[in-house]
């Protein structure tokens, strides 16, 4: 039990570093050759930190862990809503806008809602995967015709220098670094659901989801201490869609994954989870730390009834 939990923890590590060299390293060699910030967020940037769920998510699937491929997508989803934007808000309150209510929020919870609906087949189908893939690429034809770009933070967070030769290797080195980390968490989540006799799917979408959400909570922390609640906000909804368009529809598309009944338990609170949010972001226009206390009781009280089921 304690070499899987080292295992977990080296894991969350690699896949928090080989995030960081991505995002800097990819962003810096695009500027270099002359591509646009926009192109810069909308791609680089966007993949980078949602890197960790992807690479955990697929190769958990094809190790044949649907549970933990699945779980991994919807706990994060709802750790970004729960205990991130939660642990936020009770930072410092949150304002939010039309766009972000309107558009991406609605946007999140149809997708939510649809993954809800497809859940009942009991499979997420190629099918439904390439529907996802499409939606996402839709998403981002749309904002880049608009000239908006998601991930503002962290190229703010870029250090003002030009590529260096070593930017190279630190992002295939990112890459591999995920790879692996991906490869071992599926392992370390696996042992540790055998070693307290609780299903792969309650590691999955709690334990596991946890560690491959430390991009989204290190970029949300540095935002706050700047007061970009606005970036936060779309970079927390944001990254909530990429998983489920890009993250789940990719691997859907490349491996079918098996939809069990907790899947569909824990759907059911995220759709629930993203409506709550949209009420709160509209209800004044902001997030107050009473309600951003509440997300967190939510998750802390969905984490108790997932390992005491």
Request: aromatic share 10%; proline share 2%; hydrophobic share 55%.
């Amino acid at each position: 039990m304690t070499l899987y939990i080292l295992e977990f923890l080296l894991a969350a590590a690699m896949l928090w570093f080989g995030a960081n060299w991505i995002v800097t390293s990819a962003s810096l060699i695009a500027r270099k050759w002359g591509i646009s910030e926009l192109v810069i967020g909308l791609t680089v940037v966007a993949f980078g930190t949602s890197a960790p769920e992807f690479l955990v998510t697929l190769n958990a699937a094809f190790q044949g862990e649907e549970a933990i491929s699945l779980s991994n997508v919807v706990g994060s989803n709802i750790f970004n809503l729960g205990f991130i934007l939660g642990i936020m808000a009770m930072i410092k309150p949150l304002t939010s806008n039309k766009r972000i209510v309107y558009r991406d929020g609605m946007l999140l919870f149809l997708t939510t809602v649809a993954i809800y609906a497809v859940s009942f087949t009991g499979m997420m189908s190629r099918t439904f995967g390439a529907a996802l893939v499409a939606l996402l690429v839709g998403y981002l034809v749309y904002l880049g015709v608009r000239k908006e770009s998601p991930g503002e933070d962290e190229l703010d967070e870029l250090p003002e220098r030009a590529a260096q030769w070593y930017d190279y290797p630190l992002l295939l080195g990112g890459f591999l670094s995920i790879a692996v980390g991906g490869h071992f968490m599926v392992e370390a989540a696996t042992g540790i659901a055998l070693a307290l006799g609780v299903s792969t799917w309650v590691i999955g979408v709690t334990v596991v989801a946890a560690g491959t959400s430390l991009p989204e909570m290190v970029t949300c922390l540095a935002a706050s201490v700047k007061g970009k609640s606005n970036m936060m906000l779309g970079n927390l909804i944001g990254s909530d869609f990429f998983n489920f368009a890009g993250v789940l529809g990719l691997t859907a598309l490349l491996r079918p994954l098996a939809v069990s009944n907790e899947a569909q338990s824990s759907l059911m609170v995220l759709v629930g989870m993203v409506a709550l949010v949209l009420v709160m972001l509209r209800t004044g226009w902001r997030i107050n730390r009473r309600e951003g206390a509440l997300l967190v009781l939510i998750s802390l009280v969905r984490w108790y009834q997932d390992f005491t089921a």
